[in-house]
């Protein structure tokens, strides 16, 4: 056969993201080279997902002919703390990716909130060095010091490539459970704080192209990227890089409006 390159992509999705999700896959396969097949992992939760939208995600198979879908049913038994405040409890499903996941390397994981414009060749074969976890820079960072850290690498859990390899080699969802059981009342953004605490250390930056956020301006994306330097002068990316990640994405993240929900979204 042709494939030079297989990929895996998992999203964490309940009933009400079925179309979005549906979009963000099609815009992998649609714009994915001819060489690349893309395995979706798709963690569901058992009891509640309907058939009728697992068959949706089944019909890509026969549509496009370098994919394949696996559907992971979840019960929820490990996640009795998980704070249910802002998002569903399908938010967490990336914390069980090593547990759920043995025979792969590394996965890429998308929320529903995503368009992919490239191939993710480049992507998957990033140099991560010491890092269990690559993503794009997010402004939360003072959620950290709560925990006592002070740290600037601090990432969106929206778009993340893992190392399933390396953290096979740790008891990493059992110490994401005891974090959330010691914690519950105080994750202010629940399964990103999870993945930024509980791997400081372990975190590192994916080039700004791969999982950028829908901006508004160039006022704002250069905000972003300086907003610490208030305090210690360090940038996650050089300012060039990210404009030009803004204006040519590979992977766009809609973190505030979504595309689906305001017609006129830009």
């Not at 997902?49 to 019909?59: D, P, S, T, V």
């Not at 399908?90 to 929320?111: F, P, T």
């Not at 803004?246 to 595309?259: C, E, G, N, T």
Request: charged content about 25%; overall charge positive.
């Amino acid at each position: 056969s042709l494939i030079k390159q297989r990929i895996s992509v998992s999203y964490g999705i309940d009933n009400n993201y079925t179309y979005p999700t549906l979009v963000s896959m099609i815009s992998i396969l649609e714009n994915s080279s001819n060489y690349t097949f893309y395995t979706f992992h798709l963690l569901v939760q058992k009891s509640t997902f309907k058939k009728e939208n697992i068959e949706k995600f089944m019909h890509l198979e026969k549509k496009y002919n370098r994919c394949k879908i696996n559907i992971i049913e979840l019960t929820n038994e490990n996640l009795s703390n998980a704070n249910k405040n802002r998002y569903p409890i399908e938010a967490y499903y990336r914390l069980l990716l090593r547990k759920l996941i043995s025979n792969i390397d590394r996965i890429i994981y998308l929320d529903a909130d995503t368009l992919v414009f490239t191939d993710l060749t480049e992507m998957i074969n990033l140099e991560m060095n010491n890092s269990l976890i690559l993503g794009f820079v997010d402004n939360g960072y003072k959620n950290a010091e709560q925990y006592g850290i002070k740290t600037y690498l601090y990432i969106t859990s929206g778009v993340l490539l893992i190392n399933l390899k390396e953290m096979r080699k740790e008891n990493i969802t059992q110490k994401f459970f005891e974090f959330m059981e010691n914690n519950k009342n105080n994750l202010i953004q629940e399964d990103q704080t999870i993945i930024n605490i509980v791997l400081h250390g372990k975190i590192g930056f994916l080039p700004p192209k791969f999982g950028i956020w829908s901006f508004l301006n160039r006022k704002n994306v250069l905000y972003h990227n300086h907003y610490e330097n208030k305090t210690s002068g360090i940038q996650a990316y050089n300012d060039e890089e990210i404009l030009k990640a803004w204006k040519f994405p590979s992977i766009l993240h809609y973190v505030r409006a979504k595309p689906w929900k305001k017609k006129s979204y830009y």
